[in-house]
């Protein structure tokens, strides 16, 4: 009994979502606790390593389901989750009730229907009192900021556009995005990475990707100034969206992982009252490797530019946007995006 409580658990904890689709976890069942490990043998020769905030936030997603499943189902369970130790367990939950209700109808639950939405979102303004439940989710450690003025919305527009240019200049973000885009029947049905279907992409940017899947290829039509296009395509629906939301922390692997339950709080409950969501990362990566000092020498000055001008614009002192999101209202709802069959 204990283990289908455990397998309903990590389903709810696989269900999170992760760069790419990329899904850098795993679980096990292991003295009577589900154990949460970050997969490091596939961290291992990706550009989003361990301690890269990208891994962190999708750690912490895969707990704030666990916790939320929990929850709804009334089942006591005591968890921690700290950085990961060498071996990569990074989390643990226990169940505590000798029985519980037998009622655990996944599709009942918002954090089963959670999805990004990449598609444009209709004209329509957000309530206050909406925005403002969002936003009341903030923590002490993080916190949800939202842009809604035409000139904040359309710095941020300026700030990615910078950022996702310099994301298709270089070698190693690029390789990963080669891996994870899938284009065959047989690379999506291995159930990672993203399904190119899924993007949204017009006729002529699928065809980019797909031609320039591999760095050799890019770099050439980079040539071109190809990664101009793209990046003008990644900002697209950005200028007409009603509300961008930031999530802002203090530096460190702590403050990442709670990043991350708290982006992934504020998605169930957007998705949940009728809200779009799609995330954006291009900024936070550039700025995050800024610090790392491992941006290419001529790509260099301009984002140091930028994040000087983040910092100035949002006035943020040791703090760091580690991710940011586009949210609206859209009429359509995309297809929920596949995930690897839980094997606890
Ligand atoms: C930390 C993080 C960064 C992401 N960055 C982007 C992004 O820059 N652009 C985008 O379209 N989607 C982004 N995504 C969305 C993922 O691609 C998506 O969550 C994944 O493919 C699973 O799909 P789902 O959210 O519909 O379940 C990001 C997700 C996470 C967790």
Redesign the pocket.
Known sequence: MQNSIYSYLAKAGQ?A?????MQPWFFHEKNNQLVLYMDLEKLEDSYFNREHP?TL??VG?VVENIIQAAQLNEIDLEFDYFPPQDSGKCAFFQVKNKSFKRAMKAERLALFN???N?LPFIKKAIPQNILDELLNLSTANAQLVAYQSKEKISLWSKWLYTASQTRFRTPNIHQWFEQTLKVTPEEVATREG?DIK??ELSAIVSLILKTAQAWKKMSLCNKFYIYKLLAKFEILNINAAPALIGIIASPGIPFAIES?RL?EKMWIKANELGLSV?????VSDQVYRLKKGIISSSLEESIAHLDNEINTALKLKNAFVY?LFRVGYCDKN?K??LRHLVKI
């Open positions: 269900r979502p992760s760069a790419g689709n990208v936030l999708a997603a959670r999805r990004t990449r993203l899924l993007l991350g982006m799609q995330p954006y990362y291009a991710i995309p929920k995006s």
